[in-house]
């Protein structure tokens, strides 16, 4: 495990080879790496990056939780979907609180961006990393994408 400095505190980064395999908030100060994901995380910081490449291993999960992780990893840059729509996308509307639920077990957070998942109407509700977390994660995104469609 390494860490990566962020706008959001360190983020303990776990991998295996090439392969990220977990992501943690709050991660106690540590060794730097040189690893792909490290310049891919501060690449998305800096505002340069709006989609990750690095390959990720999403370890875990009951067979619902590994499915919303799917429809989260389709979720675009600066935009947000509802709990409740994912919940419908997978065939169960009424499974809203399981998402939210799916989305605290997140392996790899930030990179399996369930920062983007919010309740119903927008509101910010719920996020493993904290709220405060969240709202600067959606700010940084809605800045970057503003600025790249407006220049």
């Not at 990056?49 to 600066?78: H, N």
């Not at 998402?99 to 509101?123: M, Q, S």
Request: aromatic residues 8%; glycine residues 14%; contains cysteine.
């Amino acid at each position: 495990m390494f860490v990566v400095e962020s706008p959001i505190g360190p983020l303990g980064v776990a991998v295996e080879g090439d392969v990220v395999v977990g992501v943690r908030f709050g991660a106690r100060p540590g060794d730097t790496a040189d690893h792909p994901a490290a310049v891919q995380l501060a690449a998305y910081f800096a505002g340069e990056l709006t989609d990750f490449t690095v390959p990720v291993e999403l370890r875990g999960g009951s067979e619902f939780e590994r499915a919303v992780w799917a429809e989260i990893a389709r979720i675009p840059y600066g935009e947000m979907v509802t709990y409740g729509a994912i919940a419908t996308a997978l065939g169960d509307p009424g499974a809203a609180r399981a998402v939210g639920t799916a989305c605290n077990h997140n392996p790899v957070p930030v990179i399996v961006p369930c920062h983007r998942v919010v309740g119903a109407g927008g509101k910010m509700v719920g996020f493993g990393g904290g709220l405060e977390r969240k709202r600067k994660l959606l700010e940084l995104e809605a800045a970057v994408a503003l600025t790249r469609a407006w220049g």
